[in-house]
């Protein structure tokens, strides 16, 4: 696709990148003599009419966002099956790539590039959309050290067609909102919550939640609580572990109320970072110049000794005493989660209540093998241990998936199998048969025939050969020699099937010794016949000697002996001889046969071989 030119103005140069939906080519635009980037949907998503439809609207709502930590949208345009966004382009890393190289990042410079996702997505807030795939993939970092966020249009595209719990759970799971997977409404609070989920990753190395699967990281984005970040860094302050936790809050309306409020909280949390509060309205942030590491001193009250003695003895009197009436218990009692699949739902919420343990149906799925309204996995998983007073989060079964039998009669063969795959269902054995209503290719009846069938069914189908032929009687071919009785077979409209080779002493080399149908039956033009040819005999050959006498009635006579056996006609005796002479000649064959004697090129004698 390089060199290539959309729109009469943007000139491919070289691909940059590549992701799951589109690929990235840097390009020159003619008309203004400046170099974009240019996002070109994959094919198998350029062929949805209704996605493209769909990422049309929303790209052209992102491009009338402007905003210096965003990346900017500039063009919308197809050219024939290409659909394409011409959009800012930046020299520099993704936070993924920074991440991967840094982590975990020094808070401060966490902190600066949060504070400037916030600008971004509280701009796009407040204009009214919603990205909705937050994540270090989408964030760009110029090599002046602004932060944008990408793929506003794209996020909100996919996000509408595909992101749903139960079924197909897209996109970068670690990032996605609670909302998101249980498939629920997106609010600003959305965007909020993944950013809580970058931000985390930036300081600690790690997201939140993971899991080896996706419905389990999020189970995990539902049901968990993250660990607080300041246990596995600890250089995250109290204060800036507090603004992520309550970024990561599970309920929406307990998150900040705008990306505006979470900017103010970074900014707050530490003093090194005041400078942003007053160059944040109307001027391009950009990162301070604070290296990992370093952290601008900050001024804290300090104790003296005498006082913090008795504070300390307070705080040790207060925790004896919830000890002492908690029989020790303070951080509650641990118990180990039972295996609940299989179970049904009053079952399991039984079990579970015995170990002081809670239940919450996380959603329901088809499954083939696990019978309806029965528990198929869980979270966490059996005989982990936890806390009394946990929530096990359950999938509990929908049974197999029902689809409609399509009625595929009077479709061609490769249509049935179209009708089949758009329903979820799979082509089985295919039997042919002669039908006078149906031409060739055509199903005549199908099983099952209508009603439901369990998704990935098998449908068997009968398909017309087309009209019946008119019959013939079978031509009786043996004895004949293989290529008259190809030429037989051809004069009733007949195929030849299968040649089978057989020794015989009987029959020459080539000769047909039996055919599969028999003579004189009525059998269908068209129809394939099956013949067993001779291929000779490999016996030992035998002798016979031949004793005759000549005829007196000229002066001399030609005497000539053909030999007819298993291995064909030849001629084995030539010569003169006066007449009335007695001639006496031996002649070898194979299998049986006869010698015949000719005088003078008239036949005069037939002597049997046996």
């Known amino acids: 696709m390089k060199d290539m030119v959309l729109g009469d103005r943007y000139e491919l140069l070289e691909g940059v990148g590549e992701g799951g939906m589109a690929k990235v080519y840097k390009a020159h635009c003619k008309s203004l003599d400046r170099i974009v980037a240019i996002k070109i949907l994959k094919e198998e998503y350029s062929r949805d009419q209704a ?10 709502a992102a491009a009338r966002l402007s905003h210096p930590n965003i990346v900017n949208i500039f063009d919308v345009g197809q050219e024939n099956d290409v659909h394409y966004i011409v959009m800012e382009y930046i020299e520099g890393q993704t936070l993924q790539e920074i991440i991967a190289a840094e982590a975990p990042l020094s808070p401060e410079k966490a902190s600066e590039i949060a504070i400037m996702i916030c600008e971004g997505i509280h701009h796009a807030h407040e204009n009214g959309i919603i990205h909705r ?15 944008k966020v990408a793929d506003f249009g794209i996020a ?28 629920e409404p997106v609010t600003p609070a959305t965007d909020i919550y993944s950013l809580g989920c970058v931000l985390y990753e930036m300081l ?32 995250v302050s109290k204060a800036l572990s507090a603004v992520i936790l309550k970024a990561l809050e599970k309920h929406p309306s307990h998150r900040f109320t705008t990306a505006e409020e979470m900017s103010n909280a970074l900014i ?22 604070i290296q990992a590491g370093q952290k601008t001193p900050s001024k804290r009250r300090k104790f003296r000794p005498a006082g913090m003695v008795i504070i300390a003895v307070a705080i040790l009197g207060l925790l004896s005493g919830i000890w002492w009436v908690m029989g020790g218990s303070i951080f509650g009692k641990e118990v180990q989660v039972p295996n609940l699949q299989g179970m049904e739902l009053k079952e399991a919420t039984d079990t579970l209540a015995a170990l002081n343990l809670k239940i919450a149906v996380a959603g329901r799925n088809f499954s083939d093998e696990v019978e309806k309204d029965l528990i198929i996995s869980q979270e966490p998983p059996a005989e982990q241990t936890v806390k009394t007073g946990r929530e096990i989060a359950v999938v509990l079964s929908k049974g197999p ?4 039998v399509p009625h595929v009669v009077g479709l061609s063969q490769a249509d049935a199998e179209i009708q089949f795959r758009n329903a979820g269902l799979v082509r089985g054995e295919v039997s042919q048969n002669y039908d006078d209503r149906y031409e060739q290719g055509i199903v005549i009846s199908q099983s099952p025939s209508g009603g439901e069938a369990v998704k990935g069914s098998k449908v068997n189908l009968l398909v017309s050969k087309g009209k019946t032929p008119p019959k013939v009687p079978m031509p009786a071919l043996e004895g004949m020699t293989l290529e008259k009785a190809k030429e037989k077979l051809s004069e009733y409209g007949l195929v030849l099937g299968q040649v089978t080779r057989q020794e015989s002493s009987t029959y020459k080399v080539d000769v047909v010794i039996s055919q599969d149908t028999t003579a004189g039956i009525l059998i269908e ?13 490999t016996g030992t050959a035998k002798t016979k000697t031949l004793q005759f006498t000549l005829p007196t009635g000229q002066k001399s006579y030609q005497v000539v002996i053909n030999v007819t056996d298993s291995q064909g006609s030849r001629q084995v005796y030539k010569q003169t001889h006066n007449s009335g ?25 037939v002597f049997n071989l046996q």
């Open 51 to 60: 996605f493209v439809q769909s990422f049309k609207t929303e790209a052209l």
């Open 133 to 147: 795939d937050i994540k270090p993939h989408n964030i760009l970092v110029t090599k002046k050290g602004i932060v």
């Open 156 to 183: 909100q595209a996919i996000s509408k067609k595909t992101l749903t719990f139960a079924r197909d759970l897209v996109g970068t799971v670690h990032y996605i909102s609670p909302e998101q997977a249980k498939g």
């Open 204 to 235: 600690t190395g790690r997201p939140p939640f993971d899991a080896e699967s996706t419905i389990t990281v999020a189970l995990k984005h539902i049901h968990d609580e993250p660990l607080p970040p300041e246990q596995i860094n600890p250089a």
């Open 268 to 289: 707050s949390q530490d003093a090194s970072l005041s400078w942003m509060r007053k160059e944040r309205n109307g001027t391009t942030i950009i990162m301070s110049p």
């Open 401 to 404: 998936e029902m689809v409609a």
């Open 525 to 537: 033009q068209g129809s394939t016949v099956n013949l067993v040819v001779s291929k000779g005999s």
């Open 581 to 605: 002479t007695s001639v006496s000649v031996g002649v070898s064959y194979s299998g049986s046969g006869t010698a015949e004697v000719r005088l003078d090129e008239e036949r005069y004698k």
